[in-house]
């Protein structure tokens, strides 16, 4: 599975929550700054050729829907994360969203009450 560009992230994003889409579709859900039409039909059709997405044709026009699952997007990017940025350990990434203060100790303590009823 090969990463995706934060553009490429941000129309998969769309297409998780539409479920299927036409690239007009999916340029109504994009905020900010939008491309030009061609552009994003431009993405759309490199994250087909990255087998993320594919398509079913009515005629000219074609729409979108995902062949990845967001599921499967974030478990093989966050442990690719875990292993470039955190020496692979869960305990240093906790320890760096707590140093950044992006986790509360509620959170932490949500967390543990998980981790123990699994046992």
Do not use: C
């Not at 479920?19 to 939008?34: C, L, N, S």
């Not at 000219?60 to 442990?79: A, D, G, I």
């Not at 875990?82 to 350990?89: A, G, K, L, Q």
Request: charged share 35%; proline share 2%; net charge neutral.
């Amino acid at each position: 599975m090969e990463k995706l560009t934060n553009k490429e992230e941000e129309i998969m994003k769309i297409l998780w929550t539409l479920e299927r889409a036409f690239v007009k579709e999916i340029m109504e859900q994009i905020t900010g700054d939008k491309p030009h039409y061609n552009t994003l039909s431009t993405i759309v059709r490199n994250l087909e050729e990255k087998k993320y997405v594919d398509h079913e044709a009515f005629g000219k026009t074609h729409r979108y829907f995902p062949l990845v699952s967001k599921e499967n997007y974030r478990q093989k990017y966050v442990n690719s994360s875990m292993v470039d940025y955190f020496d692979n350990s869960y305990k240093n990434l906790v320890s760096f969203f707590a140093k950044e203060e992006k986790i509360s100790i509620e959170d932490l303590k949500e967390i543990i009450n998980l981790i123990e009823k699994k046992k």
